[in-house]
T-cell receptor
Framework: KAGVTQTPRYLIKTRGQQVTLSCSPI?????VSWYQQTPGQGLQFLFE???????NKGNFPGRFSGRQFSNSRSEMNVSTLELGDSALYLC?????????????FGEGSWLTVV | AQKVTQAQTEISVVEKEDVTLDCVYE???????LFWYKQPPSGELVFLIR??????QNEISGRYSWNFQKSTSSFNFTITASQVVDSAVYFC???????????FGDGTTLTVKP
């Protein structure tokens, strides 16, 4: 059973640019969550999608957005990049996160903003 | 608001020593879920265990064991006879109904020296 796949794995962007990260969940999983990991702030929840609908959102500015497609694949977009957006972005999938079902993480996308 | 505290930032042990990683949490919910994850240098968070608030039984899985005590809001993780391969960052996480929106501790970096 294939795990959670995130692309690209590494990327470098310039301040002011935008970036799109992709996440393919485990087959059969309908929930996709996104997290940002930085040395200073640790792991922080960005948002969660279930069946193409955003179900939860963390405390991030509107520059961070996402969507989920009918095949459960998800993308997140960060516009007008800032240096502080440099982080590891982790995607997690689950059959359904309600009732505490286990979430499985991908290897992440390492974003560096210069 | 939820909060997870992992007071130990870094722990260093010599191979075959036992080591306990502490996790203290705060939540107002009566139903919640606790998780431990391992993060190797590759970045992927590897699920280790899930425990719901109604199940206070301790659990043992090979060299790993977990002690859940609601009275002290703690969910500690012990590795017996540690090995070099156990070197990683370990995260404790808490979620309420929706595991997709988990609150993570800051992590404990475990180094096991040969």
């Amino acid at each position: 059973k294939a795990g959670v796949t995130q692309t690209p794995r590494y990327l470098i962007k310039t301040r002011g640019q935008q970036v799109t990260l992709s996440c393919s969940p485990i087959s059969g999983h309908r929930s996709v969550s996104w997290y940002q990991q930085t040395p200073g702030q640790g792991l922080q929840f960005l948002f969660e999608y279930f069946s193409e609908t955003q179900r939860n959102k963390g405390n991030f500015p509107g520059r961070f957005s996402g969507r989920q497609f009918s095949n459960s694949r998800s993308e997140m977009n960060v516009s007008t990049l800032e240096l502080g957006d440099s982080a590891l972005y982790l995607c997690a999938s689950s059959q359904d996160t309600y009732s505490g079902n286990t979430i499985y993480f991908g290897e992440g996308s390492w974003l560096t903003v210069v | 608001a939820q909060k997870v505290t992992q007071a130990q930032t870094e722990i260093s042990v010599v191979e075959k020593e036992d080591v306990t990683l502490d996790c203290v949490y705060e939540t107002r919910d009566t139903t919640y879920y606790l998780f431990w994850y391992k993060q190797p240098p590759s970045g992927e968070l590897v699920f280790l265990i899930r425990r719901n608030s109604f199940d206070e039984q301790n659990e043992i899985s090979g060299r790993y064991s977990w002690n859940f005590q609601k009275s002290t809001s703690s969910f500690n993780f012990t590795i017996t006879a540690s090995q070099v391969v156990d070197s990683a960052v370990y995260f404790c996480a808490l979620s309420e109904t929706d595991a997709g929106k988990s609150t993570f501790g800051d992590g404990t970096t475990l180094t096991v020296k040969p």
